[in-house]
């Protein structure tokens, strides 16, 4: 079977290293990329024992010209993107304003520029390409948080309603293109997220029931399959596509705060 290429955004750990596993063992060579170069190339030892060629880009994708170069870099190489997995993301906990505990504005910009503007640049340069190819899969990660305002993740939870938004416009402009394009919601999975996003001591960050491997394999047989949309777990599925509907927005807020208060996890 020819081997193919995916690139991977966050694939030097949790949800995004899980998912480059299943690309690796299913004949596709990787390009992983993340900032911290020592995980990344850590990553990349494991992702190279399946046998295909895996080429590591550390670039903060937060910023414009990283992503830039990335593509650069890409096209250098004359690499063929067969698959784009859009997924490096960072969550921000904490009150939006607050004396002297508010989230800081800087921060929550950075965020910004992260969850959303990158998620638009990424697809702006790697699908056209592809779609002159006539084939390709897409998977792009967003979050139950998304489905949800999110009281205490304020800016984290818009940025995945934004995600969520983008993807289904750029989706449904897309059909007919041959590309196969899924949305991933994952609920809470056990990864580093809630720790960088400063959210151990909240309901929300100290159960993390779901691995992210079972994300990731509920990610690939989704876009195998060819399905719009997955969530990472049934408890998220229930979440997004059950309550989340059916509760207008200020009970969603309301429910919400309960888990993601900051000293929730030991109320
Ligand atoms: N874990 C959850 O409960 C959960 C729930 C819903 C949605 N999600 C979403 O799932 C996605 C993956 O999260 P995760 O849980 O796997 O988090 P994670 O374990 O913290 O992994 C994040 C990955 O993204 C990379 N990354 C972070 N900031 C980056 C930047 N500025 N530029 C380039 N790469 C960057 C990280 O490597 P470096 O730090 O070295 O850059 C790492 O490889 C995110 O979009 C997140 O919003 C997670």
Redesign the pocket.
């Known amino acids: 079977m020819r081997q193919k290429t995916a690139l991977i ?9 899980e998912i480059a596993k299943l690309f690796a063992k299913n004949n596709y060579d990787i390009i992983a ?4 170069e020592e ?2 190339e850590k ?1 990349c030892a494991e992702l190279k024992a399946f046998g295909g060629a895996v080429h590591s880009f550390s ?4 910023r414009y010209d ?1 992503i830039e170069m990335l593509k650069a870099k890409v096209d250098e190489a004359a690499f063929a993107i067969d698959a784009l997995v859009i ?5 921000l906990g904490g009150r939006f304003i607050g004396e002297p505990d508010g989230t800081e504005l800087a921060k929550e910009l950075d965020l910004i520029r ?2 959303v503007d ?1 998620y638009v640049h990424l697809s702006k340069i790697f699908l056209p390409e592809m779609i002159k190819r006539g084939s390709g899969h897409v998977l792009m ?5 998304g489905t949800t305002p999110v009281p205490f993740e304020s800016v ?1 939870g818009a940025t ?1 309603a934004f995600v969520n938004s983008f993807f289904w416009a750029v989706r449904n402009e897309l059909k007919g293109s041959g590309l196969n394009m899924t949305l ?11 720790k ?1 996003a400063g959210q151990s001591d909240t309901q929300v960050g100290a159960s ?1 029931p ?1 691995k ?1 491997s079972e994300v990731a394999a509920r990610a690939w047989y989704a876009l195998m399959s060819g399905h719009e949309y997955v969530y ?1 777990s049934d408890d998220a599925e229930y979440e997004g596509d059950i309550m989340n509907r059916m509760q207008s927005e200020p009970q969603k807020a309301q429910r919400h705060r309960l888990l993601s208060e900051p000293g929730s996890a030991s109320k």
């Not at 670039?59 to 937060?62: C, G, H, K, R, T």
């Not at 991933?184 to 809630?194: D, M, Q, S, V």
């Open positions: 955004t966050g694939a030097s750990g949790g949800i995004g290293f990329v993340a900032r911290n995980k990344l990553a670039a903060d994708l937060s990283a997924n490096a993301g960072q969550g992260l969850n990158s990660t967003s979050s139950i948080s984290y995945k991933l919601l994952p609920g809470a999975t056990e990864t580093n997220f809630f960088n993390q779901t992210p990472g």
